[in-house]
């Protein structure tokens, strides 16, 4: 079958072998599987590392909201 973006293939191919081969890398120098790594990685440190950053976000949006609230009830000479 012939695919109408080659190049694109050509990347997915890289990029699912150099996945592939990090994941095994992973495991060598941690002694351990490749289903391991692989569980490791993709159902605890990803979604940790996105609940913390989504969390970082959060607390970010209510600093901001309360620092603009601050901004605005702050008299200025012309207005006092």
């Not at 993709?42 to 601050?70: D, E, H, N, S, Y």
């Amino acid at each position: 079958m012939h695919s109408l973006l080659p190049w694109a293939d050509r990347l997915i191919n890289q990029a699912f072998w150099y996945c592939t081969d990090f994941m095994v890398n992973l495991a060598n120098r941690t002694h351990s599987s490749y289903d391991e790594a692989n569980t490791w990685i993709l159902l605890l440190l990803i979604p940790g590392l996105l609940t913390l950053l989504i969390g970082v976000r959060v607390a970010q949006w209510f600093q901001l909201r309360k620092l603009r609230r601050a901004a605005a009830f702050r008299p200025t000479p012309f207005n006092s």
